[in-house]
């Protein structure tokens, strides 16, 4: 069965319910078993499940070798620009402070990949009650809807001795108690990254950054046949 991330989505979340359902982590050696109530390993467990029921749902999607390679999953078989899937998740009783991509390793990519602007992201907000693992909020963004400016930066990341490593989603969920809003357009986040590049020290004079959004949005119209907006 093929499926958009739409689709999947309507199918996951509101055909089969799955906000408010409960999970748990169980660890078995020899003859020892036990529940586990740490965090650490949630979001690979989850990813993992969400893989194991497409496959009992006979949705169509192959993932990459390697965990570390983009995207998490491709819905779509017959096109690599599309179908692109990642699968986020965070505690919900705390912030998303998870990771959407390291800051100069996505630079390269949207300059070889421009689609990936394109991608979906299904992001799962849990809490933990002892050892149950609970959903609180599932949403399916794209990455512009997620970012948005932080109070030095026209794009949030995270920044470790003034260098920029990460890319960090703002508190898109809960915009009456957040200063900063997600961006509006794909547009708008492809201005903020090259915002940053253009005030870190590290690459504000490289020959990428100087050529860097026009290159990205005349490839992404090449690659999609869209104007980036």
């Not at 109530?37 to 467990?45: A, F, H, I, Q």
């Not at 029921?53 to 599309?82: A, G, H, Y």
């Amino acid at each position: 069965m093929k499926l958009t991330a739409n689709q999947l989505y309507n199918k996951l979340v509101i055909e089969k319910k799955l906000i408010g359902k409960k999970g748990k982590i169980t660890f078995k050696l020899m003859d020892i078993s036990l529940e586990v109530e740490t965090k650490d390993t949630v979001g690979n467990l989850v990813q993992e499940w969400i893989k194991s029921w497409m496959i009992s749902e006979n949705i169509e999607f192959k993932d990459p070798p390697s965990t570390q390679k983009f995207p998490d999953f491709q819905l779509d078989l017959s096109d690599n620009t599309k179908g692109l899937l990642e699968i986020k998740c965070f505690d919900y009783d705390a912030s998303a402070n998870f990771d959407i991509a390291a800051f100069l390793a996505y630079r390269r990519s949207l300059l070889e990949h421009p689609f990936r602007l394109d991608s979906d992201y299904l992001i799962i907000g849990y809490a933990m009650d002892g050892t149950d693992v609970i959903i609180k909020d599932v949403w399916l963004k794209k990455v512009w809807e997620i970012c948005g400016p932080s109070g030095k930066w026209a794009l949030n990341c995270n920044v470790k001795q003034g260098e920029l490593t990460n890319v960090r989603p703002i508190k898109w969920y809960n915009n009456n108690r957040t200063t900063f809003k997600p961006f509006k357009s794909a547009l708008e986040f492809v201005e903020a990254f090259d915002s940053n590049q253009r005030q870190w020290a590290r690459t504000s004079r490289d020959a990428i950054t100087s050529t860097w959004k026009k290159l990205v949005i005349s490839g992404y119209k090449k690659s999609t046949g869209k104007d980036l907006i």
